[in-house]
């Protein structure tokens, strides 16, 4: 069993900054893309960033040139610098763990969800 936790959530001004880091943990073999996810009240879940094993990120248009995503000194942790937050940067951030495989005699591959970190930026 693979569990994500996150940490690093909380309530911010305007312009502010907050680093969001995941931790992937449990029986893990190897992870092809690891990321982070938002879903705010009432609207679907939409990618923020994601990094490859290899190191290629990938942003979504929002959040470029304010957002980097980065693999921690620990394996299979990652980090998410937010600069410059805007209230429509308020929502329930998500850490996921895509591609897993748990042991190397197996190909199976897995997705994994954290249970998610609250992000609100007030005005």
């Known amino acids: 069993q693979v569990q994500l936790a996150e940490s690093g959530g909380g309530l911010v001004q305007a312009g502010g900054s907050l680093r969001l880091s995941c931790a992937a943990s449990?029986?893990?073999?190897?992870?092809?893309?690891m990321g982070w996810y938002r879903q705010a009240p009432g609207k679907q879940r939409e990618l923020v960033a994601t990094i490859t094993s290899g190191g290629r990120t990938d942003y979504a248009d929002s959040v470029k040139g304010r957002f980097t995503i980065s693999r921690g000194i620990v394996r299979n942790t990652i980090n998410l610098q937010m600069n410059n937050l805007k209230p429509e940067d308020t929502a329930v951030y998500s850490c996921?763990?895509?591609?897993?495989?748990?042991?190397?005699?197996?190909?199976?591959?897995?997705?994994?969800w954290g249970q998610g970190t609250q992000v609100t930026v007030s005005s």
């Open positions: 996921n763990a895509h591609n897993v495989r748990t042991s190397s005699w197996s190909s199976t591959l897995y997705d994994y």
């Open positions: 449990g029986s893990i073999f190897s992870i092809n893309v």
